[in-house]
């Protein structure tokens, strides 16, 4: 845990609306470009939202029944909310490799060894942005999302993972703009995991996560 002894590890019991945590994280963002501030991983989870990311389709937008919030972040429309954990990473790749690519793929990896900790198969899917495993019906479905935002070399936004979210609410939107793949959660899975308990596993990765961002990624 040594990597971590310069970065701030803030979890959340409560549930932070999205328009805060965004404000927050603009402010937090920018003093750490101009050095007022050390990096910062955020966890926590919203009340019920979709944002829209900036290739999200008006179309994708089925059934406007929370608030919609443009995120400015990559992606497409995304759905948070209750039992779902958000991992806001705000990160300094100057310190780094200076790797977009390299930092999206190592934290996807850390999504994907976090869930195997808990037992859960999950990988990349060619084309498709998240993380992905096998519903319960046998089909590839999604559990994880993925979006971020890089500033001046400091990246914002992150991840979230399905623990234990109503499925039903992703019913308002197309997630992530792909509509022939379904969306599961740990506990869909049969999986009971407290925040708490995905926390503790994630930041117990949080090392080997840093150090594949001192390393380019290799080209495609």
Known sequence: MDMLRDIE?????????????LDAMTQRNA????????????????????????????AELLDPRFE???????????????????????????????DVRGFVHALEGW????????????????????????????????????????????TMHGFSVNLSPDLAHFGGIVPCGIEEFGVTSLADLGLSVAPEAFDAALLARAGAFLDKLDVACPPP
């Open 68 to 98: 919609v919030v443009e995120a400015g972040r990559g992606g497409r429309y995304t759905y948070h909310g209750p039992g779902q954990r958000v991992g806001y990473v705000l990160i300094d790749l100057r310190k780094r490799a200076r």
């Open 31 to 58: 003093a750490i470009a101009e050095g007022r501030a050390e990096e910062l991983i955020w966890l926590l989870e919203h009340p019920p939202v979709y944002t829209a990311g900036t290739s999200a389709a008006a």
């Open 111 to 154: 999504v994907i060894d976090t869930l195997g900790d808990f037992g859960v198969e999950s990988w990349r899917a060619e084309g498709r942005i998240g993380i992905w495993t096998k519903g319960r019906d046998g089909r590839e479905a999604k559990i994880g999302a993925i979006g971020v935002r890089i500033r001046r070399w400091v």
């Open 9 to 21: 590890i803030r979890r959340e019991a409560r549930a932070v609306p999205y328009r805060e945590a």
